[in-house]
């Protein structure tokens, strides 16, 4: 199917009541895939895990994701008492009281307020139980994120169909037009041979030479037949499973040189404006495939 190569989704998930997880995802157009990933810091082992899951599903695009983790409460939370330096508190302040003669109570709160005594730790984090909870947030988030796209792709493959549609008809029309250019030219050059020769009957065989050299100058069978078949094939694309951005890219550019080269071959005004109105639709095509996947 189709697809856009930007997209936006966003789920939430919680963790046993714990924490709250919200991922985002966003992407814009870009030649390869690239992915970045904002995690709080403590999660970044969950980077290369939500990177593979994008990529399993995601081909083309600058690719954003945001997770964000709000702690409800602090689950696993150590507390620890270093007592070599609470002793070590305790032995200095009972020191300073006997040497200057002051009351040297010791409370247990007291000591607890110096630096290093405490220590407070949370216990590992069981990284497969989180990542499954992150996961299944990243993956609704990435579900949402691929129907954008598909419905943008959908769209995307109408206009191009249509403009396609357009494309064919205007070959067509060069098709037609180009055989009645050859016969008005052979007329212009039979009138001008009489002019010439005061109403003697021109030389037949020498205005077929003059016709077929011209009829070959200005012939476009070639640069139609492989536009039209360029065209065909974009419409097989646009039908593929697979990613076909840059497969449509390099029909773009093929069928634009071909109409380049109609153009340059015109000798009729009817085919030049038909070739303006074909580089065009070929232009609106060209934005288009630039932000297919």
Known sequence: MLKSMTGYGRAQ??????????????????????????????YSFLEDKL?????????????????TVNQLNMPGTVITVNHTVAKGYISALREIGEQYGLPHTVTAEQVARYPDV???SK????????????????TAALEQF?????????????????????????????????????????ERLEERVRELLDSAEAD??????????????????????RLRSHLSQMRELLDA??????????????CNRETNTIGSKAQDVEITRAVLDMKSEIEKIR???????
């Open 204 to 225: 037949e065989q020498r205005l077929l030479t003059e016709t077929a050299v011209f009829a070959d100058k200005i012939a476009v069978a070639e640069e139609t037949v």
């Open 146 to 186: 691929i129907h954008m796209r598909e419905t943008e792709g959908a769209r995307m493959k109408a206009d191009i169909l249509n403009r396609c549609g357009v494309l064919e008809a205007k070959v067509a029309f060069v098709e037609s037009q180009s055989p009645k250019t050859v016969q008005a030219y052979r």
């Open 13 to 42: 998930a919680s963790v046993e009541g714990s924490m709250e997880l919200t991922c985002e995802i966003r992407s814009v157009n870009h030649r390869f895939f690239e992915f970045s990933a904002r995690v709080p810091r403590q």
């Open 241 to 254: 499973p697979e990613p076909v951005g840059r497969k449509l890219d390099f029909l773009v550019q093929e």
């Open 118 to 120: 405490l220590t407070i």
């Open 123 to 138: 216990e590992p984090e069981d990284e497969e139980a989180l990542w499954e909870q992150v996961g299944r947030a990243a």
């Open 51 to 67: 990177k593979g899951l994008v990529q399993s599903r995601v081909f083309r695009g600058k690719i954003d994701l945001f997770l």
């Open 287 to 293: 934005e288009q495939v630039q932000n297919i996947e």
